[in-house]
């Protein structure tokens, strides 16, 4: 049986020899005395061997490896890990101001969503002598060269572990698309990194690995959380929420192709128009009322306007989803361009069928989720 060690990969717990040898007497005594029902015995016996002998119940999660994450051997006698990147919604995104340095402070209430990318992940093997990381994707226009946040992410992490001989082969099975203002690039980074620290056997704690995490960029330090954490700053300074908003939500996510580059919508923001409550206040209304019970008039973001001058047809696809029945709270995510839409259409699959048959409209159904501690997070399918 394999359990997650504290130093990083893969153990296998043994038996303690004094209570196997009573056991084995044990059994021993009761198959000599009831022969008949031997097999049965010898079942139970095991049984209760593995338990009296120091072996984890399998409902435990803290510790063993979740199925996402189990390591298996390759042919090199390399560990390969199948890791679930999720991506985010933001419950509320207030806008702050502007920057010195050009960056816009914001405060945001940041969810994990069960809809994300895969990335398999393992280490060369020091015989091939490798001297850079292999990298490749399924989606066309993703950047497979340096630029990538995968490659940068596991650079990050060779050079502030000083594992300089180290390297990495990454396949990313992307299903997230591109701005839309749900993360998945920063996810990918983050992936990349828990993989990493777990393939190297751990040599960054985890408040190591969210403080380097900001120099790739501003959500990533995010889904370094449990799932849900309140966001400051450029989004970089992270305060998770403990215990995170309960898992197992549901939501739609309404994407159209159209796409929006955060800079073009910050450049379109109008600051007379932001919001003036107060981050701090929204935070401690969601956690209070939860999600489906918040009102209407938290559930701001203050990256609409400027979203939707740039595209009007964004406004007027928000506009549709309103009128779907059974939603309790729709909004765009981020600098967009999707909108999520919070609960279940009464009738899910005329709403699927009118969105979704929609030329350049994708719907994707979802649901909020978390992790344990140690674990990574797992795809809800």
Known sequence: ?????????????????????????????????????STTLLVILVCCTQSSSGFAPT??????????????????????????????????????????????????????????????????????????????????????????????????????????????????????????GLGGGSANAATAMWGANELMGRPATLDEMIDWSAELGSDITFFLSRGTAYCTGRGEIMTPIEPPLPAGAKLSIVKPDLGLSTPKVFKALDYDQL????????????????????QDEYYINDLEQPAFDCLPELKALKEDLLQVKGFDHVMMSGSGTSIFCIGEADDHDAFVKEFDSREGVSVFNAEFINRNEDCWFESPN
Do not use: W
């Open 1 to 37: 049986m394999l359990f997650l060690d504290p130093g990083g990969g893969a153990r296998v717990l043994l038996y303690n020899n004094s209570k196997q040898s009573r056991e084995r007497e044990k059994c021993t005594n009761i198959m000599m005395n009831i022969s008949s029902i």
């Open 59 to 180: 409902h435990t999660t803290s510790t063993r490896i979740p199925q996402t994450t189990q390591l298996h051997a390759t042919s090199n006698n390399d560990n390969t890990l199948k890791l679930f990147s999720p991506c985010k919604i933001n419950l509320f995104l207030r806008i702050i101001g502007k920057r010195p340095d050009g960056f816009h402070d914001l405060a945001s209430l940041f969810q994990a969503v069960g809809f994300g990318d895969t990335l398999t992940i393992s280490k060369l093997s020091s015989d091939t002598k490798a001297k850079k990381d292999e990298f490749t994707c399924n989606m066309d226009g993703v950047p497979t060269d340096q630029s990538n946040l995968v490659l940068r992410a596991l650079e990050l992490m060779r050079q502030k572990t000083n594992n300089k001989d180290v390297y990495f082969n990454a396949d990313l099975f992307k299903r997230v698309p591109a701005q839309a």
């Open 275 to 294: 919001s003036t409550e107060d981050g701090q206040k929204l935070c401690d209304i969601f956690l209070k009322e939860g999600v489906v019970d918040t």
